[in-house]
């Protein structure tokens, strides 16, 4: 499957963001973030190929119109049911706020944070296996983690080949999500978060902070 618009309901023409109909506009101010939480649900427990976007609207009581006036389309709404996740607008500035010293263990205790966290790491663990199989889900992992919030680190580094470095730290802390969170390797399943980011946390540094 390549990143093309479509959805589990067959293939349609791109919808436009026109206004909804009145029936969609008439579901509260909290719509929108309705519609997130029950998209990160939906993703969660159906994975990214059973997911509709009639089903992600069902489940927030809103007509389909109005999914498709907030994100577009079903690759648009994963994306941002993904980010809501990583939120790496408010994460970022806590992360590079202490500057290069440090960098490494705070970057290495978010990233677990977030994972540790049920109510995020749901739709983690659905794009982390649907970005396996669907170029679509690799698309929305590489521009939430790697472009919106690796990048961002990457612009602050004083290092030679920053971009690189901020890659090979993704490529450590993915393959750790991957078998701690996916498939559930023992001892590292099992670790205490703590330790994971106490070992982890000085590969990360050299990644990012040392020349």
Do not use: C
Not at 111 to 121: G, K, L, Q, Y
Not at 187 to 202: D, N, Q, R, Y
């Amino acid at each position: 499957m390549t990143g093309g618009r479509t959805d589990d309901e067959g293939p349609a023409a791109p919808r436009r963001r026109g206004r909804p109909s009145r029936k969609a506009q008439a579901t509260g101010p909290d719509a929108r973030a309705r519609i997130l939480e029950a998209a990160r649900t939906e993703f969660a427990e159906r994975g990214y190929d059973k997911t509709s976007i009639r089903g992600i609207a069902r489940a927030a009581d809103v007509d389909p119109a109005l999914v498709h006036h907030y994100f577009g389309t079903k690759d648009e709404v994963f994306a941002a049911a993904v980010e809501l996740s990583f939120e790496p607008s408010l994460v970022i500035p806590a992360v590079l706020g202490g500057g290069t010293d440090g960098l490494g263990e705070r970057l290495a205790g978010y990233f677990i944070t977030v994972w540790e966290n049920p109510a995020s790491r749901a739709p983690l663990l659905a794009i982390m296996r649907s970005a396996l199989t669907h170029e679509a889900a690799a698309e929305v992992l590489r521009g939430v983690f790697l472009r919106r919030l690796l990048e961002r680190v990457a612009e602050t580094l004083d290092v030679p080949d920053a971009t690189f470095r901020a890659e090979l730290a993704a490529s450590h802390m993915l393959g750790i999500a991957m078998l701690r969170y996916v498939v559930r390797a023992e001892p590292l399943a099992s670790a205490p978060p703590e330790k994971i980011v106490e070992m982890v946390a000085p590969t990360l540094q050299r990644y990012l902070a040392e020349p």
